[in-house]
């Protein structure tokens, strides 16, 4: 079974900061403040991530925060999490996998519907992508092989 959200999420200036708001196909909806840290190792390997669960008001207070927006809609397909960005970023199609372990991620294969490994790429992050212009975007997808209006997908 598929599990699918609308993800909105805003990266508050000037912190590693994403406040996240996941609006569920059931109707459910999830408010998270994260903190990404990043790990200094290349390949499939988990950085530090805190999460801190939100009530709507704790939400709406440091929804004030000057941030960027990025929204997404998220296919769950496990072990893969299949991003599908709107937008300046419409037509981008990330998928990212999920492990419980590092040796679980380090044996993992792309299927073959993935067509290029950003995994090392730090651009692809939401982080950065959300300082991003499309026409940059483009830029990078092309040095994958990738080109505008292609329906070719990249994985992470």
């Known amino acids: ?40 190792w290349p390949g499939a390997v988990q950085g530090l991530i805190t999460n801190t669960y939100l009530s709507p008001a704790e939400y709406d207070v440091l929804a004030s925060l000057p941030g960027a927006l990025l929204s997404k809609t998220r296919f769950s397909v496990p072990p893969l999490g299949v991003d599908v960005f709107d937008g300046r970023f419409q037509g981008l199609v990330l998928a990212e996998a999920e492990f419980t372990s590092d040796t679980e991620a380090q ?14 790429d730090a651009r692809f992050t939401g982080g950065r992508l959300v300082q991003t212009s499309r026409e940059e975007l483009l830029g990078w997808l092309a040095e994958y092989g990738l080109h505008p209006g292609s329906s070719e997908h990249a994985t992470q």
């Open 1 to 40: 079974m598929t599990a699918t959200r609308v993800i909105t999420d805003r990266y508050v200036v000037g912190t590693r900061l994403r406040l996240r708001r996941a609006d569920f196909a059931d109707g459910r909806c999830e408010l998270k403040l994260t903190q990404k840290v990043p790990l200094p």
């Open 107 to 120: 044996s993992f294969v792309p299927p073959a519907e993935c067509v290029a490994e950003v995994t090392d």
